[in-house]
């Protein structure tokens, strides 16, 4: 079907047993603290306008969506990261508890013969009573379209401290067909007990196509001061009329037009440094 989106397939592990509790979820707002945060000083600063406590130039009424924006559930990288990720959960129920100054146990509290969580040679020395990172099989498999790969990362601006943080990668899910795992390192400070439940979000996974890049820095001073001009445009227009910063950052509409004119000259430039033919 032309215009079909591309489909990312995620396949569950025997070993997750009944998966109606540990299903993959598309990537959402719940997830993202950085959004509560924000939400909740709006609700301050409207509280202190409505209180004589705090004036403001910047309008924050009820109807602030369609007019001016301003909390993080607007923000184009927010709304690009649910587009493109999905949130794995925690397999398995565990308890990970500290039993000496680098040591930690790791005891599984669920029922089921896998473990899901295990030392590594690789991450730990567990001979030496040095045991600071964990591997955990994340139970699914995820199977893209030919030419994509997965980045398996942190749940991105989550807050709360659990103690784990995940060595974050990319995977060629369009050929490595076996169940993602990961390492997770026992971060400095962490709590004693570190509690893990199933069900709860775990790490996220972004989808993208695998495209070669070049950087180039553009240094013509015509174009930095074009550049630089589009921003102070985008800037005012943003703060003098409703509605623009969706225009620009979040709806889809006519790319810049900065793109092909940086482009046309660094063409330019590299055909000219070509050596001539004999």
Sequence with gaps: MSGHPQMVFVVP????????????????????????????????????????????????????????????????????????????????????????????????????????YRYSPLTSFAEAGEAEAIVVETGWTVVTPPGWSVLFKNVPNAFAATGLSFAEGIVRSDQATIPLVSHAMITEGAPAEIRVKRGEPMAVVLAFKREPVELAVVTDPALVAETAKAAEVVAASFQAAGGVYRKLFADDGPPSALYPKMLDAWKAEHASKKPSSP
């Design 13 to 116: 592990s025997p070993t997750l047993g009944r998966v109606e509790d540990v299903f993959p979820e598309r990537l959402t707002q719940d997830t993202n603290d950085w959004i509560a945060h924000t939400r909740e000083i709006l609700k301050k600063k409207r509280k202190a306008v409505v209180a004589g406590q705090w004036k403001t130039t910047t309008y924050i009424g009820e109807e602030h969506e369609k007019i001016k924006p301003i909390t993080a559930d607007h923000c184009p990288a927010m709304q690009d990261l649910e587009s493109i990720g999905f949130v794995l959960k925690w397999p398995a129920t565990a308890l990970i508890r500290k039993v000496a100054p680098k040591g930690w146990q790791v005891k599984p509290s669920t029922a089921g013969n896998f473990n899901f």
